[in-house]
C-alpha cells in the first residue's frame, strides 16, 4: 500500500524558516511529479510548488523567491524549504505524488503537517 509520510510542520514566527520533508513508499508505478499543496481554513487546496520527473519545477507566485522544493529521486523523497515565512503561509501543507502505471494515473496524498506562523 502506498504511504506519504511527512515530517517538519511546526510553529514559527514571520521571518522565520522550515524545511518539510515527505518520504513515499509502496507499489506506485512510475512517478510523474512530486509536490506539496497546501489549505487555509475554509479554502481549497492549492498547489504550492512541484517538480516533475523532468526536473522541471512550478511554484504559487505567493511563495516565488522564499520557498524552494527539492527531491531525491533515489529515495522517492520531496522537500519543501520554506524560508521568510508569513501569516498567510498558515495552512495544512500536503505532500502529492501523482503516479502512472499501466492502467492509467493516479494521485496519492500524505496525512497532512501543520504549519503555523505567528505574527
Known amino acids: 500500500q502506498v504511504q506519504l509520510v511527512e515530517s517538519g510542520g511546526g510553529l514559527v514566527q514571520a521571518g522565520e524558516s522550515l524545511r518539510l520533508s515527505c518520504a513515499a513508499s509502496?507499489?506506485?508505478?512510475?512517478?510523474?511529479?512530486m509536490g506539496w499543496y497546501r489549505q487555509a481554513p475554509g479554502k481549497q487546496r492549492d498547489l504550492v510548488a512541484a517538480?516533475?520527473?523532468?526536473?522541471?519545477?512550478n511554484y504559487a507566485d505567493s511563495v516565488k523567491g522564499r520557498f524552494t522544493i527539492s527531491r531525491d529521486n533515489a529515495k522517492n523523497m520531496v522537500y519543501l524549504q520554506m524560508n521568510s515565512l508569513k501569516p498567510e503561509d498558515t495552512a495544512i501543507y500536503y505532500c502529492?505524488?501523482?503516479?502512472?502505471?499501466?492502467?492509467?494515473?493516479?494521485?496519492?496524498w500524505g496525512q497532512g503537517t501543520q504549519v503555523t506562523v505567528s505574527s
Open positions: 509502496g507499489s506506485f508505478g512510475s512517478i510523474n511529479a
Open positions: 502529492n505524488l501523482a503516479a502512472r502505471r499501466l492502467t492509467g494515473r493516479r494521485d496519492y
Open positions: 517538480v516533475t520527473s523532468g526536473g522541471s519545477t
